[in-house]
C-alpha cells in the first residue's frame, strides 16, 4: 500500500464597532466549536481490533480471512446496519485469483446528508519490510494496518446506533484486497496492484450511490503506537474542504496534536478509485512518521510485529472521537 498551512485603529468609535464584531465572530467561533459530549471507546475499538486478530492473519483466500469477515458484517448487522457483500474474483500481480468480499453497511438512516467511511480489513500476506529477511515471507497480522481502521469503525457504528443525534447519516465499507500489491522483493513495480476491493467496488458504484456521498474518510492504520495524522498530498488535492473540517474537528475534540497542521506526500491507497473512479471527494486519515527510519509507516508496518502488543489505546482515542466530533456536530 502506500508509496511515497490587522487590526487598524482609525477612530475610537470605530475601534468599539471592531471589538464588538471581533467579539461576535470568537463567540461563534466558539459555539462552532462545542465539544460533542458523546463518548468514543477506546476499549472497546481496542477489543474490536483483538477480535479480529484472534482469527490469525486476515490474508486473502484463507480460513482466518472468511471467519473473519462473517464476524464484522455480523457486528454491522447487531448495530441496526444493512450489509451486503460484494463478492468478485480479482488478479493479484501475480496473477493469484483472489476471492475478495468488500463488506458494505449501509444506514438505515434516509432523512440527512449521507457520508462514507471505510477502511481495508485484509492482511498483508508478507512481511516484507520486516527488519529480519527471515520474516519476509510471513503474514503479518496486521493489528494497526487493516483491523484498527475497522475497529474504529465499529465502535462509530455502535454509537450511532445509541445515539440518534448524528448531523449525518454515515455508511461503512471494508474494503478487501487492499494489501497484495507487489512485495519488496518482486522485480516488478505496479502501484494498480493495490486496493484492488476499492478499485472494484469504485468501477462498480452506480453513479446514484456514488452521488449520495457528500464526503468519504478513510481510515489506515489509526491504531500505532506515538502516531500522528499529516495532511496528505491526495486528501488536499480531491478534498482539502473535508481535510480542514476533520482537523479543526481534532483540535475542538482536544486532539489536535495527534493531527499536525502540516503537509505529507501522496500515497496509494484505497481513497485514490474512491476519488478518481467514484467521484466521491475522500480523504486519508493514516499515520506518518517522518523520523523512522524503518519506514515512514511506523516500525511495525509489513513486519511480523504489526501486532496487538504494539497497538496504543490513546491513538485509537484521538482518531474516534475526532470522527465522534464531526458526525455530531
Known amino acids: 500500500m502506500k508509496n511515497l498551512k490587522k487590526t487598524y485603529w482609525v477612530m475610537a468609535a470605530a475601534g468599539l464597532l471592531l471589538l464588538s464584531a471581533c467579539g461576535t465572530a470568537k463567540k461563534s467561533q466558539r459555539e462552532e466549536q462545542k465539544v460533542v459530549n458523546i463518548e468514543f471507546s477506546a476499549d472497546s475499538a481496542y477489543a474490536f481490533c483483538a477480535a479480529q486478530c484472534q482469527y490469525g492473519p486476515r490474508i486473502m483466500n484463507s480460513l482466518a480471512h472468511d471467519e473473519c469477515g ?15 457483500l ?68 465499529l465502535e462509530v457504528a455502535r454509537l450511532l446506533q445509541k445515539h440518534d443525534s ?61 502516531a500522528r495524522f499529516y495532511r496528505e498530498y491526495f486528501s488536499m488535492r480531491y478534498a482539502r474542504k473535508i481535510v480542514d473540517k476533520v482537523w479543526q474537528a481534532a483540535s475542538a475534540a482536544g486532539y489536535g496534536s495527534y493531527f499536525p497542521q502540516e503537509d505529507n506526500g501522496g500515497i496509494t491507497d484505497d481513497h485514490i478509485p474512491v476519488n478518481e473512479k467514484a467521484g466521491i471527494p475522500c480523504i486519508d ?34 482518531v474516534g472521537q475526532t470522527l465522534i466530533q464531526l458526525l455530531f456536530s
Open 166 to 226: 448524528a448531523a449525518v447519516a454515515v455508511d461503512f465499507i471494508c474494503f478487501d484486497a487492499e494489501d497484495w500489491g507487489v512485495p519488496q522483493w518482486a522485480d516488478t513495480v505496479d502501484g494498480d496492484s493495490w486496493a484492488l476491493g476499492a478499485q472494484y467496488w469504485a468501477e462498480n458504484c452506480p453513479k446514484q450511490v456514488a452521488g449520495s456521498y457528500q464526503y468519504g474518510i478513510l481510515l489506515d492504520m489509526v491504531g500505532g503506537q506515538s
Open 70 to 84: 462473517q464476524w464484522i458484517a455480523e457486528k454491522f448487522s447487531e448495530y441496526g446496519y444493512e450489509v451486503t
Open 285 to 318: 486519515i493514516i499515520n506518518h512518521y517522518p523520523d523512522c527510519e524503518q519506514s515512514n509507516f511506523g516500525p511495525t508496518w509489513h513486519t511480523v510485529s504489526d501486532d496487538m502488543q504494539h497497538i496504543d489505546k490513546n491513538t485509537l482515542q484521538a
Open 86 to 153: 460484494q463478492k468478485a474474483d480479482l488478479k493479484g500481480y501475480d496473477d493469484t485469483v483472489l476471492k475478495s468480499t468488500n463488506i458494505i453497511a449501509r444506514s438505515k438512516t434516509a432523512d440527512r446528508p449521507r457520508i462514507l467511511l471505510c477502511a481495508h480489513w485484509d492482511s498483508r500476506p508478507w512481511a516484507d519490510n520486516d527488519p529480519d529477511s527471515a520474516n519476509w515471507r510471513k503474514p503479518v497480522m496486521a493489528a494497526n494496518d487493516g483491523a484498527s481502521g475497522v475497529a474504529v469503525m
